[in-house]
Nanobody, 115 residues
Framework: QVQLVESGGGLVQPGGSLRLSCEASVSIFSFTSMGWYRQAPGKPRELVAELYRYGSPNYADSAKGRFTLSRDNAKNTVYLQMNSLKPEDTAVYYC?????????WGQGTQVTVSS
């Protein structure tokens, strides 16, 4: 069973930055993909950024140019660096990974962008 633990959320002013971390309980080297989704109140969960085992990360249009997804295989961790945050980025952010046909989700971390 894969467990994902997110951290790094919080309250930040517009224009500020946060870095989210997602640590897996097993090696991430064999994962098919790892990424971040978010869900704002009253809205469906949506993709923010995703990285497949091979290739470059895919970003939602809303994240392009502001967010950066990276991974550290040695630490079994995926990061989401978020810069130039906007109030509309406010949401619960979830880490997700896929391994073969299995999908695993973290518990979520709240990001609130407000002055």
């Amino acid at each position: 069973q894969v467990q994902l633990v997110e951290s790094g959320g919080g309250l930040v002013q517009p224009g500020g930055s946060l870095r989210l971390s997602c640590e897996a309980s097993v090696s991430i080297f064999s994962f098919t993909s790892m990424g971040w989704y978010r869900q704002a109140p009253g809205k469906p969960r949506e993709l923010v950024a995703e990285l497949y085992r091979y290739g470059s990360p895919n970003y939602a249009d809303s994240a392009k140019g502001r967010f950066t997804l990276s991974r550290d295989n040695a630490k079994n961790t995926v990061y989401l660096q978020m810069n130039s945050l906007k109030p509309e980025d406010t949401a619960v952010y979830y880490c997700r990974t896929t391994a073969d046909v299995n999908i695993y989700w973290g518990q979520g971390t709240q990001v609130t962008v407000s002055s």
